[in-house]
Every structure is written in C-alpha cells, then in structure tokens.
C-alpha cells in the first residue's frame, strides 16, 4: 500500500509501528546515542495525546511546539495529530513577541518547549495569552509546577498513562474520521518580509510530498538520516520524519548545529538533505586537507579529479564512458577519491539533496568527482517538493525535474507555477492571502520565483520575482547568481548585492576570518600576535577584534581582487561597482538570515541603510 493511498497520516503510523515494532526508530545522544523503537515511541505518542484530551483539548485546537530536535517533538506532533489537534512548530529562534503572536493566531492553548530559556519566553508573555492553559516543559532539570499548570513532560505523559483508557477511544475515532484534507499542522513562514503567515499542511500534504521523495530516491528500511533542521521547517518536517514514517528509516536527532559535519560520520548516515552553508562548510575542510599535503600527493589528488570529471561527464549526460576512461577512474576512486568522500560523509552515504538556495557550480562539481554528487531540490513551504535531480536525472546548476504528484509551468513572464496534491490548503485566517497565491488562472499557486527550463526540461530558478534589482536605468539583475559567484571565495562568509533604484551594483560583504588568515599571505603578520593566534586556534575574535581585521589593506586588496575576477564574466550593468566588508556575520539572532538562512534583505537593507548609502555617495 502507497503512502497515497492511506486517508490520513495516523493510520500509515499505525502500519510502520506493527511492522517494524521493536525496530530502532529514532535515536538521541546523551553521552552515547540511545535508540527509541517503533513500539515505544508509539507508547509515547498515545500518553502525550491522552494527556491532551484529559486536559480538556478540543478538535482542531493548537500545540505550539518551541524546542530543538530532540525526541519530545516528534511525540508531541504526532500526540497532538492523534488527539484531533494541528501541529504549531515554532522557530526555537523566535523572540517572545513572536512567540504570543503565533501561540494567539494558531488558537493554541498548549506549549511545549525544551528547556528554562524556552519557558522563560513563554512565561514573559503568558499575560496577554489568555486561552493558554498548559505549559510542558521537556528538560527534566527544569523546576514545574503542575497547580500552575506548568508540566514537566514526564509527569504529562504519565497523567496520559492514568487516563489511557478515555484516550484511546478519542484516538481510535480522530484515526477513522480524519479525512485527507484535514489540517493537521500549520507551518508558519519563516519569511524574508512581514509578519509570518501559516501555512495549513493537510494529510494529503503530508503523505504525497513524502510519497513523491520516497520514489525518487527508493529509500530502504532502517537507512539511517540525521535530523538537523529546525522540525518546524516543513522542509525537515517532511524530508525528515515523513519519509522516515513512509520508508520506515531511523533518523539520528541533532540539537546542535556545529556537529552535524562530525555526526555523518559517526554515525555513517546513508542519506543527508543539507543546505548549501553545510556543503560549503565540507568543501572548504577538504580542500584545507589537500592543501596542507606533500606536492606530489596533491599532484596526484588533482590527477584524479581531471579522470573523474571526465568520468562524470558522460555519466550525467546519459552515454557510455570508454572502458579506458572507466578503468583510470575506477582506480583513483578506490585509491584517492573513496578517502575524501569518507572525511565528508561518512562509509554508507547514499543520497544527498540541497536545498533552500542554490549550490554553488565548483562545490556541486568538487562533490561529483568525489562520488557524492548533491541533488539540488526546489520546493517551499506551500510545495516543498516541486523538482529535484535525482542518480538518472541529473544537471548541475539546476533544480532538476518536476517531482510526482507535482505539475510546473512558467507563466508569460517567467513566474513559475505549481499544482498538484501536494500543495498546500492555504493561509490560516488570511483568504486574501490566499487568493493571491492561487491567482493563476486554472488554480495553478504562483510561487513568487522565475524560472527557466533547458531543452531537456531541467529547471533552474534565476531569482525571487521580488528580489530582482531595478537600476536607475530599468535594467533587471538577478542578486542571487552573483552572491553564488562571491561565495566561491571561501574567504567570503556571506554577502548582498544591492542597488535597486540606482545607478550601479554594490555588494555588502562579511568574511570567514580563519579563512581569511590561512589563505591570504601576510595577513596574519600585520594583526596583533595574540588575535591572529587566537585566529589559528579556531576562536571567533570579539568585535573590536574583527574591525582590526577587516581594516586590513592585503583582506580589502583580496576581496578587490576575487570582485574584479567575478566582474569579467558579467555584463556591464550586472558588474559590482563598489563594496563594504562588515564586522561581523549575518545572524539568524539579529533576524538577518531565516533559519534556512536566506537572506532578509528588507531588515539587512534597513540596518546597513547608511552603509549602503556611503557606498552610493563616497567619492
């Protein structure tokens, strides 16, 4: 049976839990990694659900859920779906303004939250939360106090323990009247401009979009998959936990970012959906370790990639390699690339899938000749799985092809346009909103991004319809590419090209400073002897620091230097004038960057609104 063809999530849970009962489905490290079965995590799922409808939860009543990726978040999703409720993830990110808003619009009358400083937000606003009746606290060292109705999530799901009875007959009931348009989550746009809108995520949504991936990519039983991204991020809500319910895979959770690199391969994971920051985090470590080689190793090293990028030329584009060609590459894989691939990946990887931003060309093309080409994905929160590439379709630089379920077209004007089951159902409490989304004739959803197809129907996104620069003089330039083209430069952290209304393009710039010290000569020598010690060691220098280093004329004859390189292969309008290094990052703390970390270029804009305009002034 298809993931499709089940009405609704809870009874294809039922199936994956009695098939693969005593089966690992989930792992957390405490010291060690601890695995969760199937048969418990449903025993979990039920009290926690149980607990809700003793409380008192009504149908299509809200959990807002304000944690990291740790076990409770799943049985708390899954809890509130059994219960008759919709799911409410909320970015552990979010301030506690942001918080009330969404916890009051989603008609939320459950938090659950991880730890003291989760709880501290919730309780800073619970006054002007008045339909607020539990608060579950899942950090077991946090104090409670459940006659102020602030649980610890133990003592939660043991009260569901003490009323299971009542439970689950609420549960065996939302399980045979659930229908396939049902809401079961609101997922709320992280979004690059205005307050979050919240996307309503139906069953159907839920299981074609993890039907549409699982057959792309064939997913084998007990494949292991690191859970990284933020569980409110549709993306990990459905590329994470759904294929793992549909596929019956077992995913390792991980709440700490910086360790998801050293947890592939410990864990030896064979399936990885990452973010271009991830690979280009690998790309630099590995290029580092060549770098620091003997001579003739690296000669060897560069002699392979030759052979496999020849290779993987006939390979991607369909046709049959010389067997003379097959042999060299068969030979320095075993011997040079299997090594490198291993140092990024891990021993089993087998699938690997970027998305949220576009993969920059080298980085996509240093993992194909290494053996571990990064299928780009396009989706987004109303359609996370539109086109992908995939082992027998795949084109760098593009998206790849539309997925099942999933019908693209592009409107006059380049606008790309989905429909299909895997859509979702639209804004909660907002049908204007709505209606603007599905305003193509036909009910097609616009998608706010341009687009175009190759010959052989490979999509590549050119840019956000909005985000596309208008110069002065009525030229479009699309940022993105030319932001792709500047991170090449693994000294370049981040950047944003500006210049809408204006005369000529400009970029805003901020650096990797151990980057910048390890690869531009004498760098480190005109720097105080304790900063750029510190630097060696790894430690992020504080601000005054970092001004001093920015300051330096060998970074800004660098960075001049890679702008010039870019500018040759660009078109007189699109080419960067001028440009700023700025102190310090883009932050997803400071609302520069969303999660995923695209830019927020209206709050990057505003912030850095005289800087930007010394860069349109100064002489």
């Known amino acids: 049976m298809n993931a499709v063809d089940y009405p609704n999530v809870l009874q294809l849970f039922e199936d994956q839990c009695d098939r693969y009962a005593d089966f690992p489905f989930l792992w957390e490290k405490h010291g060690q990694w601890i695995p969760t079965s199937w048969r418990e995590f449903r025993n979990d799922v039920y009290r926690f659900a149980a607990a809700l409808i003793e409380r008192g939860f009504a149908r299509n009543e809200g959990v807002a859920i304000l944690s990291g990726n740790r076990k409770e978040w799943p049985i708390s999703d899954l809890g509130t779906i059994y219960a008759g409720g919709v799911s409410v993830g909320l970015y552990p990110t979010s301030s506690a303004a942001q918080c009330a808003f969404m916890i009051s619009h989603s008609d939320s009358k459950t938090v659950v939250v991880d730890h003291a400083r989760q709880l501290e937000k919730i309780l800073e606003v619970r006054s002007a939360l008045p339909n607020l009746r539990d608060i579950v606290v899942a950090d077991p060292n946090v104090p409670t106090d459940p006659r102020k109705n602030i649980w610890n999530i133990k003592d939660f799901m043991a009260f569901g323990d003490a009323h299971m009875r009542i439970g689950l007959k609420t549960m065996d009931m939302v399980r045979r009247t659930m229908q396939p348009t049902d809401t079961i989550m609101y997922v709320y746009t992280s979004g690059t401009t205005g307050d979050p809108k919240a996307a309503m995520i139906s069953n159907r949504y839920f299981l074609y979009n993890g039907d549409s991936i699982n057959q792309v990519f064939d997913f084998k039983p007990q494949e292991s998959i690191i859970s990284y991204l933020p569980f409110c991020h549709v993306g990990e ?20 970012y910086s360790k998801v690199i050293d947890t592939l391969t410990e864990i030896d994971a064979g399936i990885f959906g990452g973010v271009p920051r991830l690979y280009e985090k690998m790309y630099a470590k590995i290029t580092g370790h060549i770098a620091a080689l003997p001579e003739n190793q690296r000669s060897e090293i560069q002699a392979a990639f030759s052979i496999a990028k020849e290779y993987f030329s006939y390979v991607l584009n369909r046709r049959e390699a010389p067997a003379p060609l097959v042999q ?40 194909v000749a290494i053996g571990s080409p990064i299928y780009e994905a396009y989706g987004l929160t109303e359609n996370i799985s539109a086109a992908i590439n995939r082992p027998d379709k795949h084109r760098i630089s593009t998206v790849g092809v539309p997925m099942p379920h999933c019908e693209i077209k592009l409107a006059e004007d380049g606008e790309i346009l989905i429909k299909g089951g895997n859509t979702f159902s639209g804004y909660y409490k907002n049908e204007q909103a709505t ?117 330096q004329p060998s970074l800004r004859e660098h960075i001049q230097n890679t702008i010039h390189n870019i500018n040759a292969s660009l078109n007189h309008t699109e080419q960067i004038k001028k440009f700023t290094i700025l102190p310090f990052d883009f932050s997803i703390e400071r609302g520069e960057i969303t999660p995923t970390l695209k830019l927020k270029r209206k709050v990057i804009m505003e912030r850095y609104k005289d800087m930007i305009e010394h860069l349109y002034h100064s002489v």
């Open 435 to 551: 209606r603007e989304m599905f305003g193509a004739e036909g009910g097609w959803m616009l998608t706010g991004d341009v687009g175009e197809f190759d010959q052989d129907g490979f999509l590549r996104i050119i840019d956000r319809k909005k985000e596309l620069l208008i110069t002065s003089t009525g030229k479009n330039i699309a940022p993105a590419p030319i932001e792709i083209m500047l991170k090449y430069d693994t000294v370049i952290s981040q950047s944003m090209v500006v210049g809408d209304g204006k005369s000529y393009i400009a970029a805003l710039i901020t650096i990797n400073p151990f980057e910048a010290v390890r690869s531009i000569k004498g760098l480190a020598e005109t720097l105080p002897h304790d900063v750029a010690e510190n630097l060696k060691k790894g430690q992020w220098p504080p601000d005054g620091e970092m001004r001093k280093l920015i300051e």
């Open 328 to 367: 060299s590459y068969v030979s320095v894989d075993g011997s040079l690339l299997k090594p490198l691939r291993e140092m990024a990946f891990g021993r089993n990887m087998r699938i690997c899938t970027s998305g949220a931003a576009p993969l920059a060309r080298d980085v996509a093309e240093f993992f």
């Open 237 to 256: 809500r459905i590329f994470g936990f759904a294929v793992s319910l549909i596929a019956g895979r077992q995913f390792y959770l991980v709440e700490d």
